[in-house]
């Protein structure tokens, strides 16, 4: 009796283990969400972390951390963490392209960057299959957004176009140049500068000669060849697109042959690393960069975040990043999800308040309401004129 009464309790156990079995989650006491949806939302930070461009990457990781770690003291996005997966690309179209693929594989809800004109657009040829969004803080070559090739892109500096113009104007206008070179160093973003620079005085400026046009050997160690044909076009300035490993060595350079005309170049040369390589030859140096953001309240309590977590004050681009990163928490919030187009189109239509002022994005991606400036060099540091 007592076994058959044993089966019997086997068997009424088992037909209530099958009844819970087939009942709805909820009915059976599972609220769980799916993995997915409990975990955190990754952002990914891409750049040149390493390298002779690694000032200009570097803060943009120091600028997205700080956002990061205030959202999640605040309790995070829709309930979830942040984390970032930081990816160095060296400024390489080679390497951005393995950088991209280990970031989709991380499955990001968006990436904070690249850095480099060259190696964004390597990079967004793998973002825009996949539909995730990128926000640059840099990369300002001009098709990145006006092709309509990469839908999913953002940025928060303004286009190479203007940085051009700007350059044509004060060099034509404040600097009364006659007769004017242009070097660039070859890539996506200094050449694109020098040719914007050359179109903006050829359309605007035709009495400005453009004595010589000219690419150099990225790395080379010698520009002795190109500093003499400069010398020999008697100009009165020189525009140079390109970053800041190859101004110095060409400003040293010139300046050592007694060429000492203005050298004029964009926001790739817009950098302390620029001023420590150069030395000397530094000074007097202009360039083009993102606008002061002195007196905005948001770069104010951005900076003084970064001097206290880091110890040292911001470096190149920071306040851009910083705007990106804070663009991309405020419009996943809005947008109550993940989904790319929902987070898009929150993009577009939510201003946020930033350290580069209150922006939101045109169809293009392009942040609207940010621009550029002059700066020069004056006792060791850049100035906005």
Do not use: W
Not at 334 to 347: N, Y
């Amino acid at each position: 009796m007592k076994k058959r009464l044993s089966i019997i309790a086997i068997v009424a156990v088992a037909v209530v283990l099958v009844f819970i079995g087939c009942q709805p989650e909820e009915e059976a006491g599972t609220t769980e969400q799916p993995q997915e949806e409990a975990g955190p939302i990754k952002i990914g930070v891409a750049g040149a972390h390493s390298g002779d461009l690694a000032s200009y990457g570097l803060p943009t990781v120091n600028a997205a951390e700080l956002v990061v770690a205030q959202a999640n003291a605040d309790g995070g996005i829709l309930g979830r963490q942040i984390e970032l997966v930081v990816e160095d690309d060296q400024c390489q179209p080679e390497v951005a392209t393995n950088t991209a693929s280990k970031l989709v594989g991380e499955e990001v809800a968006a990436v904070i960057g690249h850095i480099c004109s060259g190696a964004t657009r390597a990079a967004l040829g793998i973002y825009t299959g996949e539909n995730i969004i990128t926000i640059s803080p840099s990369a300002t070559n001009p098709g990145l957004t006006q092709s309509g090739e990469y839908p999913t892109f953002f940025r928060t500096i303004a286009p190479d176009d203007a940085q051009g113009e700007m350059q044509a104007q004060f060099v034509a206008e404040e600097l009364g140049a006659e007769t004017v070179v242009i070097l660039h160093d070859g890539g996506d973003y200094g050449k694109g500068l020098a040719d914007f620079a050359q179109a903006s005085l050829e359309a605007n400026y035709p009495d400005v000669e453009i004595a010589l046009y000219e690419g150099v050997t990225v790395g080379a160690v010698d520009y002795s060849a190109i500093v003499n044909r400069v010398g020999a076009a008697d100009a009165d300035a020189v525009i140079f697109g390109g970053y800041h490993p190859e101004a110095s060595k060409l400003v040293g350079q010139m300046r050592a042959q007694g060429i000492d005309i203005p050298f004029v170049s964009g926001d790739g040369v817009k950098d302390e690393s620029f001023i420590e390589v150069a030395g000397d030859s530094a000074e007097g140096v202009y360039a083009t960069g993102p606008r002061d953001t002195a007196g905005n309240p948001v770069a104010e309590a951005a900076r003084d975040a970064h001097v206290e977590e880091y110890g040292e004050e911001p470096g190149p681009f920071f306040m851009n990043a910083y705007s990106a990163a804070l663009a991309i928490v405020n419009a996943i919030e809005a947008a109550g999800s993940t989904d790319p187009d929902a987070v898009m189109e929150a993009l577009r239509s939510e201003s946020v308040d930033t350290p580069v002022g209150s922006i939101s994005f045109d169809d293009a991606g392009d942040a609207i309401g940010v621009g550029f400036a002059i700066y020069q060099v004056q006792d060791g540091v850049y100035v906005e004129l």
